[in-house]
């Protein structure tokens, strides 16, 4: 008599392979995945310092204008039309994912992996006198 044995299913070793094979493929993706979202945070910060000096500039044009003074808000996110997701008062540095926030002349920001990014910011001479000057906004710097 034959033995008609019907095989269902997969063998051990072949289970065992298919692990192996997606934790390669696991290894591979992961740290892609995770610098893709810096880039993205980087990226992001960048569009709103890039607002924000462009903001600047706007209004100091603004202040030419008006008072014959080109001169920057006190606090940078002063001159934007429309302050960033995340924007806080909070007058101490940023603490939570996503906060944006101004204080002791800088500007911080912290990330969804608690990493924390500041730009030094300072407005110039402001006032009514000869000495009235735009000042700077610093680069990114690891805080």
């Given at each position: 008599?034959k033995?008609n044995?019907?095989?269902?299913?997969?063998?051990?070793i072949?289970?065992i392979?298919?692990?192996?094979?997606?934790?390669?493929?696991?290894?591979?993706a992961?740290?892609?995945y995770?610098?893709?979202?810096?880039?993205?945070?980087?990226a992001?910060e960048?569009?709103?310092?890039?607002a924000?000096?462009?903001?600047?500039?706007q209004?100091a044009?603004?202040?030419?204008?008006e008072?014959?003074?080109a001169?920057?808000?006190?606090?940078p996110?002063?001159?934007?039309?429309?302050k960033p997701?995340?924007y806080?008062?909070?007058?101490?540095?940023a603490?939570?994912?996503?906060e944006w926030?101004?204080?002791?002349g800088?500007?911080?920001?912290?990330?969804?992996?608690?990493?924390?990014y500041?730009w030094?910011?300072d407005?110039?001479?402001?006032?009514g006198?000869?000495d009235?000057a735009i000042?700077?906004?610093?680069q990114?710097?690891?805080?």
């Amino acid at each position: 008599m034959k033995n008609n044995k019907s095989r269902n299913g997969f063998t051990l070793i072949e289970l065992i392979i298919v692990m192996v094979i997606l934790g390669i493929m696991a290894a591979v993706a992961v740290p892609r995945y995770l610098d893709s979202i810096s880039n993205a945070e980087e990226a992001a910060e960048d569009a709103v310092i890039s607002a924000i000096r462009s903001g600047l500039t706007q209004y100091a044009n603004n202040s030419l204008y008006e008072s014959g003074r080109a001169e920057w808000p006190t606090n940078p996110f002063d001159a934007l039309a429309e302050k960033p997701v995340g924007y806080s008062l909070d007058e101490s540095d940023a603490d939570v994912d996503g906060e944006w926030t101004f204080s002791n002349g800088r500007i911080t920001h912290q990330r969804a992996d608690n990493s924390r990014y500041a730009w030094e910011y300072d407005p110039g001479t402001q006032g009514g006198g000869d000495d009235a000057a735009i000042g700077s906004l610093g680069q990114r710097s690891a805080f």
